[in-house]
């Protein structure tokens, strides 16, 4: 992939049929809490506004440690054909950004163990022993404090 990719914030209905492809394998994607207005939805878009890459965020008690104003991440999926191509990363910074916005301090997520370094190399922390979700597998626990310079939303990421 060449060009600028943009992430926004979208609607549900823009995020279901890539995260239903890339985590679903095709089958239904909703979550609980989908609909709830405090939910934020992320799309990353490729020129041309191909949907590459989703991501959802919402409020939600860390099952592990204290926090003021903790959100959970789910639904982190990019196209495999632009991977490593910086979708993921923007839509984690975005996703930080939104949360520490609407004054969140903690966000964590149970991550699929294959994605755990990629939540690592941006700043998680491993928090639990691998547990498994049926049927999907390996899980963590991870979490990342907002940090303050999240505050400021990125701008646009230009790949080569
Ligand atoms: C995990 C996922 C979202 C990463 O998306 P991506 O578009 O490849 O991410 P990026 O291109 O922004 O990668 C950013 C960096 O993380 C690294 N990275 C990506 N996936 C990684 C992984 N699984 N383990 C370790 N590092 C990883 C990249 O190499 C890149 O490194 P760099 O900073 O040296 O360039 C994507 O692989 C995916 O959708 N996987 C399948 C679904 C899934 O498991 N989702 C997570 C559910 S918890």
Do not use: K
């Not at 639904?75 to 054909?81: H, I, K, L, R, V």
């Not at 950004?97 to 994605?115: E, F, K, M, T, Y």
């Amino acid at each position: 992939m060449t060009g600028e990719l943009t992430v926004a914030e979208v609607g549900v209905d823009v995020v279901l049929p890539l995260r239903s492809a890339v985590l679903r394998d095709g089958g239904p994607a909703g979550l609980p809490g989908d609909d709830d207005p405090a939910t934020v939805h992320l799309a990353a878009r490729a020129p041309g506004g191909r949907v590459v890459g989703v991501v959802r965020l919402a409020p939600a008690p860390c099952p592990w440690q204290p926090a003021a104003a903790p959100w959970q991440l789910r639904g982190m999926a990019t196209d495999p054909e632009v991977r490593g191509a910086g979708a993921g990363r923007a839509l984690l910074a975005a996703g930080l950004a939104a949360v520490a916005a609407r004054g969140g301090d903690l966000v964590w997520c149970n991550a699929r163990v294959p994605a755990a370094g990629f939540y690592e190399r941006h700043g998680f922390c491993v928090v639990t022993a691998p547990f498994d979700v049926d049927p999907i597998g390996p899980h963590v626990g991870m979490l990342i404090s907002v940090p303050d310079r999240w505050v400021r939303a990125p701008g646009p990421v230009t790949t080569a």
